[in-house]
């Protein structure tokens, strides 16, 4: 088994939003998440859609991996550095504002193929 991996970072995205989308395809074989990001609606699923068409092209080129027998082992949205910016607000103060990006890891794997054991194939079960 060969994992493949991906890495996206500092997407200007909060985490928490990224992280509605990235649970949507986890565990799910490849082009069924492809097809699952492109009929979603929300911002995130286009940088994670480029993110896994990207892993599925590294394990071709560089594995020999077939992309119809990939599937997503694992996605992990962590938060990256945060860009600060201040607001004005009553009485000449300034209220900070965190501007939040998301550090996304994608981990593609090989499916097993089911070993089928010749002596309990024939046996009935009660």
Not at 111 to 117: D, M, P, R
């Amino acid at each position: 088994m060969k994992d493949v991996k991906a890495q996206l970072n500092n997407l200007r995205i909060a985490p928490r939003k990224v992280r509605l989308v990235s649970g949507l395809i986890k565990g799910l074989p490849v082009v069924k998440a492809v097809a699952q990001l492109t009929f979603s609606k929300k911002r995130s699923a286009l940088p994670i859609m480029k993110l896994v068409n990207s892993a599925t092209a590294n394990a071709s080129n560089n594995f020999k991996i077939d992309k119809d027998n990939l599937y997503v082992k694992e996605i992990r949205v962590d938060e990256g550095p945060a860009l600060k910016r201040y607001m004005p607000r009553a009485r000449g103060r300034a209220a900070l504002i965190k501007k939040r990006t998301s550090c996304i890891t994608l981990v593609l794997r090989e499916q097993e193929k089911l070993k089928v054991n010749p002596s309990v194939v024939g046996k009935k079960s009660k």
